[in-house]
């Protein structure tokens, strides 16, 4: 081997260390929608400490407690309903945005930047599921 070779394969394991003691970046949908459409009320943590919790009038609940106010079983058609907002008048009285509508007007616009066909129903309804999976895994014990 020379110089070289010895140089390029000392770089080789320098690099394959520095890439097996990084984290993986793991893919989670729910914690991204989350983070970007319930934090800012829920907190990042979903206890309800997000920065415009204290602006309305009602102060938006602790997620993580959802299961333990329900016997331990996270009560998951009630919050569907809850998110997806479906029989909730427009200018009702709820402080949460009505996420069923608002995701059907986002994916209405990927749909015409993306000028394709698609389920624009079943990504609305997937966009939830992925957000009560996450919810479900930061339920406190
Ligand atoms: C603008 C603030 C705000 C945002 C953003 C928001 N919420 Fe809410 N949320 C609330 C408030 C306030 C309540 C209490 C009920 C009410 O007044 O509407 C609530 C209630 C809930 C409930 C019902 C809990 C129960 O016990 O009934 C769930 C579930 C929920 N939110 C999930 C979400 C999810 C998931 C998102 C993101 C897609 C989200 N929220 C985004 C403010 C918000």
């Not at 993986?24 to 009320?41: H, I, M, T």
């Not at 016997?71 to 809850?82: H, I």
Request: net charge neutral; charged share 20%; glycine share 12%.
């Amino acid at each position: 081997m020379n110089t070289f070779q010895s140089g390029l394969l000392a770089l080789l394991i320098a690099c394959g260390g520095g890439a097996a003691m990084a984290q993986p970046a793991v893919y989670d949908p729910g914690k991204l929608e989350f983070s970007e459409n319930c934090a800012s009320c829920h907190g990042i943590d979903g206890k309800g400490n997000g920065p415009l919790g204290e602006l309305l009038r009602k102060s938006p609940p602790d997620l993580t407690q959802l299961a333990k106010k329900n016997q331990g079983v996270l009560p998951v058609n009630r919050l569907y309903a809850v998110i997806e907002g479906a029989g909730i008048a427009s200018h009702g009285s709820r402080d949460m945005p009505v996420w069923g509508r608002e995701y059907q007007l986002d994916n209405a616009q990927q749909m015409r930047e993306a000028r394709g066909h698609y389920d624009s129903a079943g990504l609305v309804r997937a966009r939830i599921l992925v957000l009560l999976e996450y919810i479900s895994r930061i339920q406190a014990p």
